[in-house]
């Protein structure tokens, strides 16, 4: 089987600081990544990196395109590369707002990524619109209002409808449930754990975390200091970290 | 179906003062299909780290833990995950499941998984559920509000939703009562009829001798044993 996404020898310094460095894995069709470690660790440097938000100093982003096959996505044009961002690729912010456009409304939000790859009848994508709202449980009748107007929990929900109305083939998400109270994480949590089964999408799921990674993520990365220290399956990680970084992270978890 | 070669597994705490536990030295088993194997031993043994091995929740420090042709102590993730998906059923002492989702649908996960219709894993799931005496209206609910024996009890549903070829049971029957306990017990020699190779821990005698063929003692795999 041939990965979704292959990540060689990624490196990102800021002037002499080490973003990350020397990161490596394949993702593969259908499987949840996390990466945990603690603010700092350079976790969302990297996600930024793999995005394209960030430029890498080094290093390969492979991913399997539709029609070309595997292709380092470092290499293509801007342009190429904002096309994938449109259409197989999904970007879920940590602050919704970063990733809405705040004065438009919430269906427009959605209609925007469908015309971006070409959707033009309005009753279509109107339609589609509402369908969203509908599976990230956000009512009918709110389509026309301003996401401004709503909660944080239903901007992230927003958010995540306007993402995948396209139908990605991969997610990168920072943080999807971080600032949002636990009843609302819950109910996102589900809603992301059944999007990513029904669409069979690939994800990689930055968080500080570890119980959202329990639940979401198949595999585990753990970073610290920009460097990658432990990877592997999410509960033998967590249940049974080798690295002393790892260990110290899973015990300084607080028991509810 | 289950083979394990000379597996060996230590813990190392770093943050301890690195402190090396060696936990198990030497552990061979191995289980055909139809058969069920029963660890036995004190507490602290290892019997469930034994398991955790198996399920590969633990990573084992050197040998071999083959199941189905598989290494767990050497694949990949996704091998693991595939593995889980299709051949390894795993009952643990504990539920954890996603909050809000409803029994019945936490009893249907594993059969959707592997592909089965939404509608015939839920019939499924809804008799595993009858069968073990868990009461229609909470079938709607979340079971992390439910009790200590309501709460295993679904899982236990869970662990038998898919037909995996090979079981880990890990206490199945403790805080059961008789008549439930009964149910699980039809429960795992159906699965052996079927053909699964069963790995249980069972402190309850009677449950033990209903439907374990042979043995092990864990503590033969305890590194002072082989000192």
Redesign the interface.
Known sequence: MTPLLSVRNIKKTYGARIGCTDVSFDL?PG?VMGIVGESGSGKSTLLNCLAGHLEADRGQVIFDTRADGPMDTLQMSEPERRMLGRTDWAFVHQHARDGLRMSVSAGGNIGERLMAVGDRHYGNIRERAIDWLGRVEIAENRVDDRPSAFSGGMQQRLQIARNLVTGPRLVFMDEPTGGLDVSVQ??L??LL?GLV?EMGLSAIIVTHDLAVV??LA??LMVMKDGHVVET??T??VL??P???YT??LV?SVLQV | MIKLDNVSKSFTLHNQGSAVIPVMTGASLQVDPGECVGLIGASGAGKSTLMRLIYGNYLAASGQILINGVDVARAQPREILALRRDTLGYVSQFLRVVPRVPTLDVVADPLLVVGTPLEEARDKAATLLSKLNIPQRLWGLSPTTFSGGEQQRVNIARGFAHEYPALLLDEPTASLDARNRETVLELISGAKDRGAAIIGIFHDEAARAAVCDRFVDVSDFSPKAAA
């Open positions: 593969f499987e819950a109910r949590l589900d754990r089964r329990r639940l198949d595999r592997g399956l509960d033998q249940d049974d080798q690295h002393a260990q110290l015990s």
